[in-house]
C-alpha cells in the first residue's frame, strides 16, 4: 500500500492565525517562485481586433504567466 504524507493529529487541526496564515503563503509563493522557470514579466496590456487574433497571439506565447 503505498501511503503519502501523514495522518492528521489534534494539534494539526486547530485553527491559524490569519498572520500566521499570511506568513506560511509568503514561505510558499518565494519557494514556488524559485522553481518557476520562466520569469514573471512585467505588466503590459495586449489588444487584438478579434478572438482569433488573441488566440494566435496566446498560442505563440512560450511563458504561461503572459496569458
Known amino acids: 500500500m503505498k501511503v503519502v504524507g501523514k495522518r492528521r493529529t489534534s494539534a494539526d487541526l486547530t485553527p491559524l492565525s490569519p498572520?500566521?496564515?499570511w506568513r506560511r503563503a509568503a514561505v510558499l509563493q518565494a519557494q514556488a517562485e524559485l522553481l518557476n522557470p520562466f520569469p514573471r514579466?512585467?505588466?503590459f496590456v495586449?489588444?487584438?481586433k478579434t478572438r482569433e487574433e488573441y488566440?494566435?497571439?496566446?498560442k505563440?506565447?512560450?511563458n504561461?504567466?503572459?496569458w
Open 55 to 58: 488566440e494566435r497571439w496566446r
Open 64 to 66: 504561461p504567466r503572459l
Open 46 to 48: 495586449f489588444k487584438a
Open 19 to 21: 498572520e500566521e496564515s
Open 60 to 62: 505563440g506565447q512560450k
Open 41 to 43: 514579466p512585467r505588466g
